[in-house]
């Protein structure tokens, strides 16, 4: 059971605003799981509480059963895509991802073959600081991807991308869960999940407002976009 | 977006820290310092040093030969010699030389009075300098250079000396007005030396600054009043050296018309030596300034860090006036706190140092608000020129290494002599550490021997002058940064 | 741990920065040492190291920026998320922050020793105990220097503001001292990271020193690792 994500009653404040409110949800291996809300829905601190991160007042994320900060090389457990800006700018991309080799024991070799696998072979000698925001997604890819691992979580992956990007992410996406692989990826892009989760996760103010399958979501609202408009009015505040 | 606006407003909340880091260290530490401050002389509360009639502590110690003059009238006479000794100068500081040191003075003086700090006016030659005159403490004229007659003369409270080279033709120096004298003052003759000063660096930073005790004797003859003189020791304190006690007393002799007087001591403003000056108020300022720079220099890199630029220069196309309008308001919001803080720093450590009985040297208002003003100003400056310097150079870290090493450091290499005098005196003119000269109290006089050196608190610009330095740095660096910012890419 | 400080060492010799900076600095170090070397000094052994000055500034800001740095990029996120033992990330950045600061240190500081031994009149003999004891302590005290960096960048977590912070530290201490009472200017020499620290650099007159030298590098490395310490809890507690 190492291709699963498990989120139990996540609660965490930052002072006085409530980030999560008991989130709770699963991601299981095989499918991509869409986790879709507003602004502030909580989403993007349910991930940074995966990876150990930021710490949750209470509640538990387990990765494969185990908490993240305690997996032994956990880029080989669980790859995560979270901010595609987080480079050092004089760095190379490949550089990037070879101290992030080396801190999973992983050799060299492999940096090549995610270069590869994500089309950034051609720039990856250039300055990361000179990479369009299309790049740095497909880079960030590359390094979730380095420890082949069986989970991956996906913060906006379609962000920046061109048309051709967005194919391939999708096709990608789709690959990886049909390799077995448990993917979570957020999005407010509904088209995206449409044709590609198999399982959506609606957040609202720090919790889940609603968790089915796409086909049940999309019997029942007709689209998943209908879903999205009539599960999040009124959670949408921002704050 | 909660996240978002979290980290803005925590990095907001650090530069208020800054800010607030600033007025509380300047508050914090100019006060505690005040309550280290002791000063005591032999177990007993050490006496205020004597003023002259402008309010400046001064030194005021010399033979004094002199008789009552009511009303107007004059003196003159020849100097038929002027020599001294030099107790162990250097190199070798085994033996005691003949010698005059350069401010070694001999002449005529009508003093309004014999107590110390009284007002004076009086003409003489001097050790190296020729013949001078000079009045209450501070003023300075020269004379002839070669000149061996002196005469003075009182006209109601004008005053005029002369200077001879044959006793005959007689060029008039100066006329100086000494105010609300007395009707009847003394004249005569007088002679004094001051110290034999050298400074030299100390092994652990800092210098040594050396002073040896000289002594001067002039011969008068060929004096033009008759009458019985009297010998007043201005200022003495009855302390003497050996060579007082054993070979040379100060004091006077007189025979066949001739007046040898002896003396030692000085007739001038009193230097830092005298005791603190209002500038140890401002022992918090470096802290202050630390924080205003860091404050100034997140002020810009926040803004270049995450691409907040793009958004600012999007709502304001103009870039150079946004650069401009941050500086404006960086400046505005460093030193209104900073003027508060030293305005209240100052005076509440000047009423502590008064209750521990330790005495401040006097400073004029002017000079007080000018130390007040001027430290804000610094503040203020400085972290306009950080900011202008991460603005140019878009990289926060090596913009803030640069600030704090080109603003303390030189001021650093400086004030603790670990670079010689005269380099440490172009530091001071030429880095953004000029800014620092507002902090000079008391005023440098060509008419003494001190080294003067920016150890001693004293700094080779004008207080004013020395900010602008500062400013024009920091106006130079915005310059740049708006050029760069109009040219390139946000 | 060997990973951590694999990829630790990757991101130092992955960045072109550092390949300019750790040169110049190294430079910058021995031209000042050499020219205060020519000149005139009561002790012409510290003089000889005056270079550490302007190095330990250097060597200060670089701690600083080897973590706080992460912080201003966002890597950090990357680092935490790659490393999630934290206090593993921390020690294998002051290793490699030690092993930086040793290769460009000991190069710096033997040279500097050498030029002052050429240079100055009366320096005394390379392998006298106070000659070993300056040079070995100006090493220890960059060293110690550059931690009191690092510690200072995990618990500022900005490069911006922990540089000036420990610029400030190093400097504000040494401008207060003429300001202060004697009596106190001596207690702020002994508590003081620079002052204190670099009282092992000094061969003359050490009775007059309000610290010996090895005390003094003692204070130093309290400071050292009280800052870090606390910022290895601040690592530890805080949402990265």
Sequence with gaps: MDAIIEVSELHKRFGPAVALDGMTFTAGPGQVTGFVGPNGAGKSTTMRVILGLDRPDSGTA????????????PLTRLGALIDPGALQPGRSGRNHLLWLAHSQGLPPKRVDEVLEMTGMRPVARRRAG?????????????????????????????????????????????????????????????????????????????????AASTVAMTERYGSLESAYLTLTRGTGVLR | MIRAEWTKFRSVRAWVAGIVVAFAAILGLGVA??????????????????????GEAVRDKFSYVHQTLDGDGELTAHLAGFTGIITYPPPNHDAIVAGLVPWAKAGLMIKDGTKVGAAYAAVMMTGHNGVRMQNNFTEDRAGPSAASWLRISRQGDKIIGYASSDGAAWTPIETVVLKNIHKSVNIGF??????????????????????????????????????????TKVGDTGEQTDWQKYHTPDGYTESNGRLTVTGSGDIAPAGNEGGPTIDFALTGVIVALIAVIIVGALYITGEFRRGLIRTTYAAMPARGRVLAAKAAVLGAVTFVPALLATAIAVPVASRVLRSHHVTLLPAAVGTQVRVIVGAALLLSLAAIFAYALGAALKRGVIAIALAVVLVVLPYLLATTSLLPPGAGRWLLRLTPAAGFAFQQVLPAYHQISLPYTPSDGYYPLGPWAGLGVLAAWAAALLGLAILRARRSDA | MRAALRAEWTKLRTVPDAAVALPLIALLTVAVSVAASTASSADVVRSSLMGVELGQAAVAVWGVQILAGEYGSGLITATFTALPRRLGVLAAKAVCLLAGILAVGVPSIVISVLAGHRLASA???????????????????????????????????????????????????????????????????????????????????LKGLPIGPWPGLGVAAAWAFVLLTLGAFTLRTRDV
């Design chain 3, 123 to 205: 320096y005394p003999a390379l392998s006298s105990g106070a000659v070993l004891r300056a040079g070995f302590g100006a090493v220890a005290y960059l060293c110690l220097i550059g931690l009191v960096g690092l510690g200072i960048g995990a618990l500022v977590r900005s490069a911006v503001a922990g540089a000036g912070v420990v610029l400030g530290l190093q400097l504000a201490p040494t401008v207060m001292m003429p300001l202060l009472d004697p009596h106190w200017a001596r207690w702020v020499y002994r508590l003081s990271p620079s002052t204190a620290g670099q009282a092992i650099q000094s061969t003359v007159d």
């Design chain 1, 62 to 73: 387990l990765v494969g059963g185990s908490r993240y900060q305690d997996l032994r090389k």
């Design chain 2, 190 to 231: 007088f002679v004094t030396s001051p110290s034999d000063i050298t400074n030299e660096a100390s092994p652990r930073g800092g210098t040594i600054v050396q002073a040896r005790f000289t002594q001067a004797t002039a011969v008068f003859d060929r004096i033009d009043r008759t009458g019985a003189w009297s010998l």
């Design chain 1, 130 to 210: 000179g990479y369009s925001l299309g790049m740095r997604q497909r880079l960030g890819i590359a390094a979730a991807m380095l420890g082949d691992p069986p989970v991956l979580m996906l913060d906006e992956p379609f962000n920046g991308l061109d048309p051709e990007g967005i194919v391939w992410m999708r096709g990608l996406l789709r690959s990886l869960a049909a390799e077995g692989r448990a993917v979570l990826v957020s999005s407010h892009l509904m088209s995206e999940l449409q044709d590609v989760a198999g399982h959506v996760v609606f957040a609202g103010a720090g919790k889940v407002v609603e």
């Design chain 2, 33 to 54: 310092g005040a309550y280290g401050i002791s000063q005591d002389c032999m177990g007993r509360i050490c006496p205020a040093p004597p003023t002259g009639p402008g």
